[in-house]
């Protein structure tokens, strides 16, 4: 069997209900739209952890947090935890990254033979939240809504200054992968920072939703007395009592986001472009860590289970699997299974304690009847937050909150919770067996405890005296680069070359 090459195109905090079959119709997404005509659409597909470094350590190894430990945005990823990089390694890809991942801790490559950039976030225990000080706010790292409120056009910033770098080096990576210098399959991550807050785009891209009819949240701002219990955390995290929030202010920063993902378009046709160029052809997946609330219910970002912060796009474009929408809920923690079934590779020496499952057969007619789970212990929680989507219902469940079950059918915005709803009890009951089942929050509890307190004892100690940060150095070898003296002329400048002869 040969082995596909695989190209992987990751974004960040991207909404899954502006995906529900693709983009939506009314975003200028071109690259995208022609994408997902020829992939298997994936129209409920959930993030593992709804925060970045949970989201992607989980995504990376079909590992759940409360298995992998990535509990937050600075908890450390083991070496030790293969991912889908070691999987496609060991049986003969190289594997490359351009872009984000969010590592944390001295290991920032976890199966990647070559990282091409540096992260955009840091990679030590500086963000480790602290559920000995409930209520705290640390400023200086946790979001807050100066994102909205500063939301507008600028030509520069320092995210645009780090995915106009990714893509550069996707494309250069095609480029050199074109030249045939190493014979085997690849597989490419391409990682995007966009559309993550602050809402800041470029004049090119914000005006083409200058008359856009989605600039208002569906759901209306609901008053912080009327929010549940981890949603007014999420409101205090957000420090958004101190913030005045104008309807203006809401579309602005809606119209950024949009105009993000057509930057990300843009982005993504030029790599998919070089693909073709060079000849090369690839199974695609495109996908996102987790989505933004984007002001629905008067919420922002992400730290939540209602959709807007957990659902995801997820497409794959591969000969294996037929085009179309498959509608069954599934999980970015199926990633690693799904990619190294298309690879024929196996991973059956690991699986009993992988919680995904591949998502091929999905693409071929087939049906699955497994719960997707979500976790969350990270910054704006006090105790870990557990969520079962289970055909039309999601049931959420935390030791310091009542319990939540919705119908997703029914009620796609989530306002109706319907755990103390009598005709509800049966489904409540069966629904809250296999959470118990599959998770026992004291403990979950107690191992995020002991992980943030390990962690700030660490992470206080390295701050004193020398320092040696664990953030990522790209290399570069720069006696092999371009002509050197050791070099053949002749030979270098027809072996860099694609197509050779034409």
């Known amino acids: 069997m040969s082995k596909p090459n695989i190209l992987i195109l990751m974004v960040d905090q991207l909404n899954g209900i502006l995906f529900q079959d693709g983009p939506a119709d009314w975003l200028h997404a071109p690259n995208l739209k022609a994408l997902a005509a020829r992939s298997t659409r994936f129209k409920n597909s959930y993030t593992g952890s709804p925060l970045c470094a949970p989201a992607r350590a989980a995504f990376m190894s079909g590992q759940l947090p409360s298995r992998n430990g990535v509990y937050d945005n600075a908890a450390e990823f083991t070496s030790s935890i293969p991912t889908y990089a070691h999987h496609l390694r060991r049986a003969g890809y190289q594997t490359c990254l351009s872009g984000k991942m969010h590592f944390v801790g001295p290991d920032q490559l976890h199966g990647f033979e070559e990282r091409l950039t540096t992260d955009i976030y840091p990679a030590d225990f500086g963000w480790t939240p602290d559920y000995r000080k409930p209520g705290e706010r640390i400023d200086w790292w946790y979001h807050n809504m100066g994102s909205v409120t ?234 870990p937050l557990v969520s079962l989507r289970y055909g039309k219902w999601k049931y959420n469940r935390c030791a310091l909150d009542p319990d939540q079950l919705f119908d997703m059918d029914a009620d796609p915005h989530e306002l109706t919770n319907l755990a103390d709803t009598p005709a509800h009890q049966g489904t409540l009951t069966q629904l809250r067996a296999k959470s118990e089942a599959r998770w026992d929050l004291a403990k979950f509890d107690a191992d995020v405890r002991h992980s943030q307190a390990c962690r700030w004892v660490v992470y206080e100690a390295l701050r004193e005296g020398g320092y040696y940060p664990w953030d990522y150095q790209p290399l570069q070898k720069a006696s092999e680069r371009y002509m050197r003296n050791h070099m053949d002329l002749n030979v270098l400048e027809e072996n860099q070359r694609f197509p050779r002869g034409e």
């Open 150 to 383: 500063g939301a507008g056009v600028a030509e520069i910033s320092n995210q645009m200054e780090y995915d106009d770098e990714v893509a550069y080096n996707a494309t250069r990576k095609l480029y050199d992968l074109s030249r045939g210098h190493d014979a085997r399959p690849w597989c490419l991550t391409v990682s995007f920072t966009h559309p993550h807050d602050p809402y800041v785009a470029r004049k090119k891209y914000w005006d083409l939703y200058n008359d856009c009819e989605h600039l208002d949240p569906v759901v209306p701002e609901i008053p912080y007395d009327d929010l549940d219990p981890h949603s007014q955390r999420l409101y205090d995290a957000m420090d958004a009592k101190n913030f005045e929030i104008t309807p203006e202010h809401i579309r602005r920063a809606r119209q950024a986001y949009f105009a993000n993902i057509s930057y990300l378009d843009d982005k993504i046709g030029e790599i998919l472009q070089t693909l073709t160029d060079t000849r090369q052809e690839a199974t695609i997946m495109f996908v996102s860590d987790h989505g933004d609330m984007l002001g629905e219910r008067g919420m922002w970002f992400k730290m939540s289970f209602f959709d807007g912060s957990a659902r995801v796009p997820l497409m794959i474009a591969s000969p294996d699997m037929q085009p179309g929408l498959v509608e069954t809920p599934v999980s970015t923690i199926d990633v690693t299974p799904t990619l190294c079934e298309l690879a024929g590779v196996d991973m059956s020496e690991v699986m009993p304690w992988t919680s995904g499952e591949s998502l091929v057969h999905l693409g071929q007619g087939g049906e699955r009847d497994t719960p997707v789970a979500i976790e969350y212990a990270a910054e704006g929680s006090y105790a």
